[in-house]
Every structure is written in structure tokens, then in C-alpha cells.
């Protein structure tokens, strides 16, 4: 069906191709599954409206027009009544057409309510090694980049991948000096992480996008805080910690970090130095597979309820897919309620 699509795209309009990455073996359901994540999530307005919004705003690094929105929409509709077989009725498609076009507005709205450029260039100023498959980068945007601490923007390499853009959270709070610092992990023969951890340099080019997400900080808040990261999900964590060291006096913070073995908490020695520098802080960190470990160990979840109780707390939950759906299965059997719990999972699906 993905195939389908988007040769009903190409076909009719070969301009739109460009905007592609060259091969598309490995990811070509990509834009198809992510419109059908998105009608599906369509009677969800107030979760999703803000999100749209900004995936508009973060879709002019494509340079995609009006006219793209009807092209890609009217691709999707021929492509479901072709698959979906006789079961497919007036109904479905007008329903569709109707979610689609929902979505479609939204995002466009976002993109024209935006005054901000369409992508920032940025150069790498340093590039460090933090384990085998682990990487600290830090880059300095050409232009001023306004982001909120716990946000992510998609990255792309032009130089190793054009046209192949990742999402990665801007692991600190903005500085003035506009720099800003993400955690990478190379995964498999993963495209955007292998060239961020094994081949980009500092002097590099990369191209950034416009920032989403809202894992950031309440500050009306005055709930203690607990935040749980798995591996470099504690990107955006770090950059939560940063805020809260401008203006944090009365909360505790718990941060729960876990990784597989004590190479992969690569980042716990400035962990510990803010514990240190700051008494509202403590920081718990839990190896899977790690023999000989001395600490906490299990999954992050374990860890987690071993502590407690956690019922009067803001929780902020970011790492891989697996990582994130434990631990908000073990949030739920702790009885903590869904309102406190905000989340990243590194996966769009
Ligand atoms: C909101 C959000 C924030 C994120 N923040 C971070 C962050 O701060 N740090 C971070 O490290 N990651 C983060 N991620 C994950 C990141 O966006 C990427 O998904 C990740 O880096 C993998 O991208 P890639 O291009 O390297 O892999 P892809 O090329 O997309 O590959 C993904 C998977 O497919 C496998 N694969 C690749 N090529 C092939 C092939 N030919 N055949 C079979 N399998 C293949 C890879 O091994 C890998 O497991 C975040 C994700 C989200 C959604
Ligand atoms: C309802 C409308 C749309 C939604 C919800 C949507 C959503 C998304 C999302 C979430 C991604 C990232 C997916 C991922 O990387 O896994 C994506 C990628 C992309 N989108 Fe859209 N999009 C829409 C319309 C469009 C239109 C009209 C165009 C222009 C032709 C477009 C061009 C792209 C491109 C080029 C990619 C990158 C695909 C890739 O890397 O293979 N999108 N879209």
C-alpha cells in the first residue's frame, strides 16, 4: 500500500520526488504511517492540536506548499480504496477525507502562524565519544533558535544523508550563546544516529528543524518531580534539570537513570555534580546487565518501585519504546495518575 502512494504521488507530480531522501527502501512507509497515526488520533483535538501544529511548522524544512497537502491527501484515498477491498464504502471515504483534511488544516495553520525560518543551519562545535555506540555533539545554530528546555527538533546530515531527517532532544536549557547539545545513540545500521556518532566532526554542517514536543516544566507546579531516563532518553531530562537550577528551591527531584551496563550511563559523572551542587536533587542510577554492579538493578521500572511512594509526584518519562511503555505499566500499577505522567518515547508510532 506505502508503495502504492507514493507512486500515485511521484507519478502525477515527479517535483514532489525532491523532497524525498534518495533511497526510500528502508523507511518508505514512514509518511504514510505517520497520516494514519494522525487520523486515527482525530477525536483527540486537545491532546493532538498543538502537536499538529507544530508538525506544520516542522514540515517547512520540506518546503511543502498548500497544493502538496491535496496531492498527498487525494494519494492516501486512492490508495485505501484500492486496498481496502469491498468492504470499502461512501462512509470510510468520506470519513477519511474528512480526518484528513482536519489534520491538513491544522498543520498548515501551524506552518503559516510561523514567522521563524523554514530550517536553522548549524555548525558542530564539538563532538565527543561517550561509549561504543554512544555520542555528546554540540552545535551552534547560524541564527537564533527559541526552543523550550525538554523539547526535540528534527537533525539532518546533508553531508552523509540529504533529505533524511531524525528527531533528537536538545539536551539542555537555551543558553545565550545559542548552543545546543544532544546525546546520541548509534542504533544498528541506523542512518541519522551511525552519522551523528561515527563519521560527523566538529566543523560539520547539519540543518535543524522547528522544535515540538511538550515534555517541558510546569512551573505552577509545586509537586516534587521524578524523571526517568533510559540511555540518551536522558537527553531532554538533563535539559529539564538545567531549567530547574534557575529557579528550583522547594521541589525534590528523583532522577531515575537507566542503562544496560555502566559504560551506557555515559552521562552520570555531571549527573552526580549537579546532585552535589544542589541539595534538592538525588540521582538513582540502574544497570539491567551489569554483573558486579554495585547499585540498583533491573529495568528503571523495578528500580522505581522499590522507591515511593510516588503518588504525590510529577513524573517525566523518556527512552526507548520498550523502556517507555514499562515503566508507565509500572507508573499505573503504582496507582499514579496518568495527569502527572508526561512522556517521549523514541519512536513517532
Ligand atoms: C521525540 C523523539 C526524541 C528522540 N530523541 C532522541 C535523542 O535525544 N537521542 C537519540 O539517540 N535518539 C533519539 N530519538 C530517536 C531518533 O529519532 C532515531 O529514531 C534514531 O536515532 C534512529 O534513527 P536512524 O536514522 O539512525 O535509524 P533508521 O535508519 O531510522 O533505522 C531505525 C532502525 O532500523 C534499523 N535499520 C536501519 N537500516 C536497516 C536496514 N537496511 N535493514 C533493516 N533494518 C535497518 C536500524 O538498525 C534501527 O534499529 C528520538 C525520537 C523521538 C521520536
Ligand atoms: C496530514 C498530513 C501529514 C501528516 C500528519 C504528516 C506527518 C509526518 C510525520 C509525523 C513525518 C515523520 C515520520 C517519520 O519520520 O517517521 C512525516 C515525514 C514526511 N512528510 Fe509528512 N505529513 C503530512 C503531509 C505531508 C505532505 C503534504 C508532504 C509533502 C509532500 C509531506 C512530506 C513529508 C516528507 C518528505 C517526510 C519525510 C519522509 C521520509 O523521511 O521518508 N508530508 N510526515
Same mark, same amino acid.
Request: glycine content about 6%.
Given at each position: 500500500?506505502?508503495?502504492?502512494?507514493?507512486?500515485? +504521488?511521484?507519478?502525477?507530480?515527479?517535483?514532489?520526488?525532491?523532497?524525498?531522501?534518495?533511497?526510500?527502501?528502508?523507511?518508505?512507509?514512514?509518511?504514510?504511517?505517520?497520516?494514519?497515526?494522525?487520523?486515527?488520533?482525530?477525536?483527540?483535538?486537545?491532546?493532538?492540536?498543538?502537536?499538529?501544529?507544530?508538525?506544520?511548522?516542522?514540515?517547512?524544512?520540506?518546503?511543502?506548499?498548500?497544493?502538496?497537502?491535496?496531492?498527498?491527501?487525494?494519494?492516501?484515498?486512492?490508495?485505501?480504496?484500492?486496498?481496502?477491498?469491498?468492504?470499502?464504502?461512501?462512509?470510510?471515504?468520506?470519513?477519511?477525507?474528512?480526518?484528513?483534511?482536519?489534520?491538513?488544516?491544522?498543520?498548515?495553520?501551524?506552518?503559516?502562524?510561523?514567522?521563524?525560518?523554514?530550517?536553522?543551519?548549524?555548525?558542530?562545535?564539538?563532538?565527543?565519544?561517550?561509549?561504543?555506540?554512544?555520542?555528546?555533539?554540540?552545535?551552534?545554530?547560524?541564527?537564533?533558535?527559541?526552543?523550550?528546555?525538554?523539547?526535540?527538533?528534527? &537533525?539532518? &546530515?546533508?553531508?552523509?544523508?540529504?533529505?533524511?531527517?531524525?528527531?533528537?532532544? &536538545?539536551?539542555?536549557?537555551?543558553?545565550?550563546?545559542?548552543?545546543?547539545?544532544?546525546?546520541?545513540?548509534?542504533?544498528?545500521?541506523?542512518?541519522?544516529?551511525?552519522?551523528?556518532?561515527?563519521?560527523?566532526?566538529?566543523?560539520?554542517?547539519?540543518?535543524?528543524?522547528?522544535?515540538?514536543?511538550?515534555?517541558?516544566?510546569?512551573?505552577?507546579?509545586?509537586?516534587?518531580?521524578?524523571?526517568?531516563?533510559?540511555?540518551?532518553?536522558?537527553?531532554?531530562?538533563?535539559?529539564?534539570?538545567?531549567?530547574?537550577?534557575?529557579?528550583?528551591?522547594?521541589?525534590?527531584?528523583?532522577?531515575?537513570?537507566?542503562?544496560?551496563?555502566?559504560?551506557?550511563?555515559?552521562?552520570?559523572?555531571?549527573?552526580?555534580?549537579?546532585?552535589?551542587?544542589?541539595?534538592?536533587?538525588?540521582?538513582?542510577?540502574?544497570?539491567?546487565?551489569?554483573?558486579?554492579?554495585?547499585?540498583?538493578?533491573?529495568?528503571?521500572?523495578?528500580?522505581?518501585?522499590?522507591?515511593?511512594?510516588?503518588?504525590?509526584?510529577?513524573?517525566?518519562?523518556?527512552?526507548?519504546?520498550?523502556? &517507555?511503555?514499562?515503566?508507565?505499566?509500572?507508573?499505573?500499577?503504582?496507582?499514579?495518575?496518568?495527569?502527572? +505522567?508526561?512522556?517521549?518515547?523514541?519512536?513517532?508510532?
Amino acid at each position: 500500500m506505502a508503495g502504492y502512494f507514493y507512486a500515485r +504521488i511521484f507519478l502525477n507530480n515527479p517535483g514532489v520526488r525532491d523532497m524525498f531522501p534518495v533511497t526510500m527502501d528502508v523507511q518508505r512507509a514512514r509518511l504514510l504511517g505517520a497520516i494514519v497515526t494522525a487520523v486515527q488520533s482525530v477525536d483527540d483535538p486537545d491532546r493532538f492540536d498543538e502537536y499538529l501544529r507544530s508538525l506544520g511548522r516542522d514540515h517547512r524544512k520540506f518546503q511543502v506548499v498548500p497544493e502538496h497537502y491535496e496531492v498527498v491527501g487525494a494519494a492516501l484515498l486512492e490508495a485505501m480504496r484500492t486496498f481496502a477491498g469491498p468492504e470499502w464504502s461512501y462512509e470510510y471515504d468520506q470519513a477519511w477525507r474528512d480526518a484528513y483534511d482536519v489534520i491538513a488544516r491544522k498543520m498548515l495553520a501551524g506552518a503559516s502562524a510561523d514567522s521563524n525560518p523554514a530550517w536553522w543551519h548549524a555548525e558542530v562545535v564539538s563532538h565527543e565519544r561517550r561509549s561504543s555506540d554512544i555520542a555528546m555533539l554540540t552545535v551552534r545554530p547560524f541564527q537564533q533558535l527559541e526552543y523550550r528546555a525538554g523539547q526535540y527538533l528534527s &537533525v539532518e &546530515v546533508p553531508k552523509f544523508h540529504p533529505r533524511v531527517w531524525r528527531t533528537y532532544s &536538545v539536551a539542555n536549557a537555551p543558553r545565550t550563546d545559542n548552543t545546543m547539545d544532544f546525546h546520541v545513540r548509534a542504533l544498528g545500521a541506523g542512518w541519522v544516529s551511525g552519522a551523528l556518532v561515527r563519521r560527523v566532526q566538529a566543523g560539520d554542517l547539519v540543518r535543524l528543524a522547528a522544535p515540538m514536543g511538550s515534555m517541558v516544566l510546569d512551573r505552577r507546579s509545586t509537586r516534587d518531580i521524578v524523571f526517568v531516563a533510559g540511555g540518551t532518553g536522558l537527553s531532554p531530562i538533563k535539559a529539564l534539570l538545567e531549567d530547574l537550577t534557575t529557579f528550583n528551591r522547594t521541589r525534590w527531584v528523583h532522577v531515575f537513570f537507566g542503562a544496560r551496563n555502566r559504560d551506557d550511563l555515559y552521562d552520570l559523572a555531571s549527573l552526580q555534580e549537579l546532585a552535589a551542587a544542589y541539595p534538592w536533587l538525588s540521582i538513582v542510577p540502574v544497570c539491567s546487565d551489569d554483573p558486579g554492579w554495585g547499585g540498583e538493578e533491573g529495568s528503571v521500572a523495578d528500580a522505581l518501585a522499590r522507591f515511593g511512594p510516588w503518588m504525590e509526584h510529577d513524573f517525566f518519562v523518556s527512552g526507548s519504546p520498550n523502556m &517507555v511503555r514499562g515503566t508507565l505499566r509500572a507508573l499505573s500499577q503504582l496507582k499514579v495518575p496518568q495527569t502527572r +505522567i508526561r512522556y517521549d518515547a523514541f519512536s513517532e508510532h
